[in-house]
């Protein structure tokens, strides 16, 4: 039926109802048939119907010349505009309207009035089509605007260079002031995982001054926070840090050997050192997790049958003495559950 409508509207000799017949049932999953509707419209001659359906199938390029063909400058600026998802064509399609204003209708005035009825085109990307005997009064003030717009903008690079500087001058201070940085570990502190003391070997020391074994630092960060890619690339960096030293002790080792194994060893601290684990990133991403899944496994919380009152305090209170610098407030709640009322004691 629509088909036949079509066929009925084309052999008129005006126009306008195709044209709106085609806007209400031709559209972007409209159920008219779009093919049969240009070959009707072919057929009968009517070409600005022919470039509505043209855009309607996307083809914008080939609806363009076909609005130019028909002289319509109008109807080709709207096919170009409807091109949404390429910048460049959209510039491609509307550089060839005003070369056809610039050479079909000798128009240089109504070309250069395009430049500000698109904000993709520069007075500079029309010039090659003007004649070389152009009169250059009628888009003097279309290159000033141009030049005007180019100064903005080299000022605006400047101040961006400016502010790029400064930034950098602070960074190359900041890094200076990091190689001078240092920090204090007492006598006696203690590694925060295995309490033994610090000094003892190798050792993080974080800003908060929180200090850890490199071993046990590494040990909880693979075990508890760290994801398969980075367990992996530990793995890595370690093996080539050892292969690299066993290396370096066969052949007696120099600057350069130095300096690889200083990178792997930056890259590996990056990973398991890059914040403290009892205050940094590390503790508050554990704060989610449930109890039996952080040191030591479901177990360790697993609460056995009991026979008294007593033995359910007790055990409620070796639980709370061992655990609560995971997880304050949730812990206590789970003891005062198991003590059948609060916990009198807080933790120290």
Same mark, same amino acid.
């Given at each position: 039926?629509?088909?036949?409508?079509?066929?009925?509207?084309?052999?008129?000799?005006?126009?306008?109802?195709?044209?709106?017949?085609?806007?209400?049932?031709?559209?972007?999953?409209?159920?008219?048939?779009?093919?049969?509707?240009?070959?009707?419209?072919?057929?009968?001659?009517?070409?600005?119907?022919?470039?509505?359906?043209?855009?309607?199938?996307?083809?914008?390029?080939?609806?363009?010349?076909?609005?130019?063909?028909?002289?319509?400058?109008?109807?080709?600026?709207?096919? =170009?505009?409807?091109?949404?998802?390429?910048?460049?064509?959209?510039?491609?399609? $509307?550089?060839?309207?005003?070369?056809?204003?610039?050479?079909?209708?000798?128009?240089?005035?109504?070309?250069?009035?395009?430049?500000?009825?698109?904000?993709?085109?520069?007075?500079?990307?029309?010039?090659?089509?003007?004649?070389?005997?152009?009169?250059?009064?009628?888009?003097?003030?279309?290159?000033?605007?141009?030049?005007?717009?180019?100064?903005?903008?080299?000022?605006?690079?400047?101040?961006?260079?400016?502010?790029?500087?400064?930034?950098?001058?602070?960074?190359?201070?900041?890094?200076?002031?990091?190689?001078?940085?240092?920090?204090?570990?007492?006598?006696?502190?203690?590694?925060?995982?295995?309490?033994?003391?610090?000094?003892?070997?190798?050792?993080?020391?974080?800003?908060?001054?929180?200090?850890?074994?490199?071993?046990?630092?590494?040990? $909880?960060?693979?075990?508890?926070?760290?994801?398969?890619?980075?367990?992996?690339?530990?793995?890595?960096?370690?093996?080539?840090?050892?292969?690299?030293?066993?290396?370096?002790?066969? =052949?007696?080792?120099?600057?350069?050997?130095?300096?690889?194994?200083?990178?792997?060893?930056?890259?590996?601290?990056?990973?398991? =050192?890059?914040?403290?684990?009892?205050?940094?990133?590390?503790?508050?991403?554990?704060?989610?997790?449930?109890?039996?899944?952080?040191?030591?496994?479901?177990?360790? $919380?697993?609460?056995?049958?009991?026979?008294?009152?007593?033995?359910?305090?007790?055990?409620?209170?070796?639980?709370?003495?061992?655990?609560?610098?995971?997880?304050?407030?949730?812990?206590?709640?789970?003891?005062?559950?198991?003590?059948?009322?609060?916990?009198?004691?807080?933790?120290?």
């Amino acid at each position: 039926v629509l088909n036949y409508l079509v066929s009925l509207l084309c052999q008129q000799s005006d126009e306008t109802a195709l044209i709106a017949f085609l806007a209400d049932y031709g559209g972007e999953g409209g159920p008219l048939d779009l093919q049969y509707a240009i070959r009707a419209c072919k057929a009968a001659g009517k070409k600005e119907a022919c470039v509505h359906i043209l855009a309607s199938l996307q083809q914008y390029e080939q609806a363009v010349d076909l609005a130019l063909e028909i002289g319509d400058i109008e109807l080709a600026k709207m096919n =170009a505009d409807k091109i949404l998802d390429s910048d460049d064509l959209r510039k491609r399609l $509307w550089l060839r309207i005003a070369r056809h204003v610039i050479e079909k209708e000798q128009d240089v005035k109504k070309a250069i009035a395009f430049i500000g009825q698109t904000d993709i085109l520069k007075v500079e990307d029309i010039l090659p089509f003007f004649p070389d005997f152009a009169v250059i009064d009628d888009f003097k003030d279309a290159i000033c605007t141009s030049l005007e717009d180019y100064h903005r903008h080299i000022e605006d690079l400047k101040r961006g260079m400016e502010e790029a500087t400064k930034s950098a001058e602070l960074i190359r201070k900041d890094i200076t002031d990091l190689r001078g940085r240092f920090g204090l570990v007492r006598s006696n502190q203690k590694c925060g995982f295995c309490q033994q003391p610090v000094l003892s070997a190798g050792l993080y020391l974080f800003p908060c001054q929180h200090a850890f074994h490199m071993t046990c630092q590494e040990s $909880w960060m693979v075990r508890e926070h760290l994801g398969d890619v980075d367990i992996k690339r530990v793995r890595e960096l370690k093996a080539a840090i050892a292969a690299e030293e066993e290396r370096m002790h066969k =052949a007696g080792g120099g600057r350069s050997d130095i300096s690889s194994v200083d990178r792997l060893q930056a890259e590996l601290d990056d990973i398991v =050192a890059g914040d403290c684990p009892l205050c940094g990133v590390p503790a508050i991403e554990s704060i989610g997790k449930p109890f039996g899944a952080v040191d030591g496994g479901a177990q360790l $919380w697993s609460l056995p049958p009991f026979d008294s009152v007593s033995q359910s305090r007790q055990i409620g209170h070796k639980r709370f003495r061992a655990k609560c610098f995971r997880c304050f407030s949730a812990l206590a709640m789970s003891v005062a559950l198991v003590q059948d009322e609060t916990p009198k004691k807080s933790c120290k």
